[in-house]
């Protein structure tokens, strides 16, 4: 009974940090839209400098990208273990 218990634990506790890993996704849509936005102002108010600002601006969503594969890797292996 007690052995039960503790396994139903285990998994609430499991799925409790799931859903805990998926919130950097959320943050990272956010994080995009207010990335792309940016790009589209600045590339306005400046347009000599779009090569410049598109660099950059990838390079930001290729980081903000990192930590959303980051936290999918970490929530797989909490769910595995």
Same mark, same amino acid.
């Given at each position: 009974m007690f052995k039960a218990f503790l396994l139903l634990l285990v998994i609430a506790a499991k799925t409790l940090v799931l859903g805990g890993?998926?919130?950097?996704i959320a943050a990272g849509a956010m994080?995009? +839209?207010l990335l792309?936005?940016?790009? +589209?102002?600045s590339v306005s108010r400046n347009p000599e400098e779009v090569e410049t600002l598109f660099n950059a601006t990838l390079m930001g969503f290729a980081l903000m990208e990192t930590f959303i594969f980051t936290s999918f890797i970490v929530s797989y292996l909490i769910y595995l273990t």
């Open positions: 890993c998926m919130l950097p994080g995009t +839209s792309f936005s940016s790009y +589209s102002i």
